[in-house]
């Protein structure tokens, strides 16, 4: 079973549309989660962490559900720079925490 | 401009060579880490340094050595690599690893290529 499991879409969607991802962790242990971007040949970078209380930055709200280990990302009113990758990411519980990555759903947002 | 640089941006090389990889922090983070990106594949963690010391090596093949000077730089020497080692090499740095360690940061990576 892959540890950090998300559905690699395409999703496409036109400009203004709601759009949600989700993805789910094997490892009860984890900690910390985080939805990282990637743009197509360029480096991940941070888009928002994930708290237990579920959090929105504008147009983004990330949840997490520990009882059903998933975490979710919803985008409202898509702009066409939101297409790129969505990378899903646990701190899992190995010797250490370590950041595990998911290997992303890509997302196209069409005019 | 990224706190994290990577060298060189692009690398080819024959099996038989021996090449580094450069990574270098400017954010004053205590962990670094190597990560590699294939095609359709997640990133797989390769290897994590927390203050200088190795604290993960993810069952990584010996022809990838990695060796951390200090806090703010971490190379990855390259020797009899196999053309499946081609790939997006990403360093990422971080406050600390571990538990609630915190966003990682990323270079902009080194893509190898083996022939």
């Known amino acids: 079973r892959k540890e950090v499991e998300q559905d690699p879409g395409p999703f496409n969607v036109p400009e203004g549309a709601t759009v949600a991802f989700n993805c789910t962790y094997s490892n009860s242990a984890s900690q910390s989660f985080f939805w990282y971007r990637q743009d197509c040949r360029k480096e991940p970078k941070l888009l928002m962490s994930v708290y237990s209380s579920g959090n929105e930055d504008g147009r983004f709200t990330a949840q997490l559900n520990r009882a059903s280990q998933y975490i979710s990302l919803l985008i409202r009113d898509s702009k066409l720079s939101d297409s790129a990758t969505y990378l899903c990411v646990v701190n899992m519980r190995g010797g250490s925490y370590i950041p595990t990555f998911g290997r992303g759903t890509s997302l196209i947002v069409h005019p | 401009e990224t706190g994290v640089t990577q060298t060189p941006r692009h690398l080819v090389m024959g099996m038989t060579n021996k090449k580094s990889l450069k990574c270098e922090q400017h954010l004053g983070h205590n962990a670094m880490y190597w990560y590699k990106q294939s095609a359709k594949k997640p990133l797989e963690l390769m290897f994590v340094?927390?203050?200088?010391?190795?604290?993960e090596n993810n069952s990584v093949p010996s022809r990838f050595s990695p060796e951390c000077p200090n806090s703010s730089h971490l190379f990855l020497h390259l020797h009899t690599l196999q053309p499946e080692d081609s790939a997006l090499y990403l360093c990422?740095?971080?406050?600390?690893?571990?538990?609630?360690?915190?966003?990682?940061?990323f270079g902009e990576g080194s893509r190898l290529t083996v022939l």
């Open positions: 990422a740095s971080s406050p600390a690893s571990g538990g609630s360690g915190g966003e990682l940061f």
């Open positions: 340094y927390n203050f200088k010391e190795q604290t």
